[in-house]
């Protein structure tokens, strides 16, 4: 396996991260994850415009423009010859000195490899059960608008979901509000309406989420942006998740009720697979 690291294209094992870099000490970084199809990154320009503005927000300085870095992308997939992956680009404060302050810090250090698609159901099509998590995520600031690499959270709701049965968790803000999942963004069909929770709620403004809404757009389909409950989600007429690496996944049991299948999520996977096969 052939990965960049700061301007160069490795072997993995040679591909070394000083014990001091910031991004392993404090989780002092960003990330990006998104498919590559076809040979192709899918909205990868979208997803670094989020990561260059997560950067100035963490005073961050970005190495590369993002016409560099999707330049070096498409000689990472040739090198690795694979043409349908998953990449993930990592950016880090860089190697620093023990303690908070970054004001020693070096310079930023800018990783990306890719990784094989996960493995889908040989039956039928890729399905989750949901649980609700006893995590809560702020429900307010501008931190929750950028991928950073500190997600001890959703690595614990991801545990509590696998200790209770689960494929993935509902995370609810500190107001007790549906806020999103353990990885993804979360939608219900409500009364024919496409709904999902407004960002500025400790919402990540996914990728994947502005493209449903665009295929909604394209349908003809209304959508919603509300505030919603957990126990008010129960009355939904269908939930799916959508995250940039399995597009989207239906969810069929939330916390332990079925949930009702609506055609309208059928009709937007379908979309969302077109989008992706032909960007």
Known sequence: ???????????????????????????????E????????????????????RGADYLK???????????KFTAQLVEANAMPDAVLRVTLTRGAGERGYSPSAAGEPTLVMSLHP???????????????????????????????????????FARIEASERGADEALLLNTNGEVAET?????????????CTVPTGRGV???ITRAVVLEICQALGLETNKRVIKPQHLRNAEGIFITQSVLGIVPVVAFDGEHVVPSPLVDQIATAYNDVLQRE
């Open 1 to 31: 396996m052939v990965v960049f690291l700061n301007g160069k294209l490795m072997p993995a094992a040679e591909a070394m991260v000083p014990v001091n870099d910031r991004g392993f000490m404090y989780g002092d970084g960003l990330f």
């Open 117 to 155: 698609l996960p493995k889908l159901p040989e039956e039928g099509p890729l399905q989750w059960s949901m649980i609700t998590s006893s995590y809560h995520i702020p429900a307010s600031g501008a931190i929750s608008s950028f991928k950073t690499t500190s997600k001890i959270l959703n690595v």
């Open 60 to 70: 961050i300085r970005m190495p590369f423009t993002p016409k560099e870095i999707q």
């Open 182 to 194: 353990a990885g993804g963004n979360i939608f219900w069909v409500y009364q024919n309406t496409i």
């Open 33 to 52: 994850t998104t498919r590559i199809v076809n040979g192709r990154p899918f909205r990868l320009a979208q997803h670094l415009e989020r990561m260059v």
């Open 204 to 206: 990540l403004p996914g």
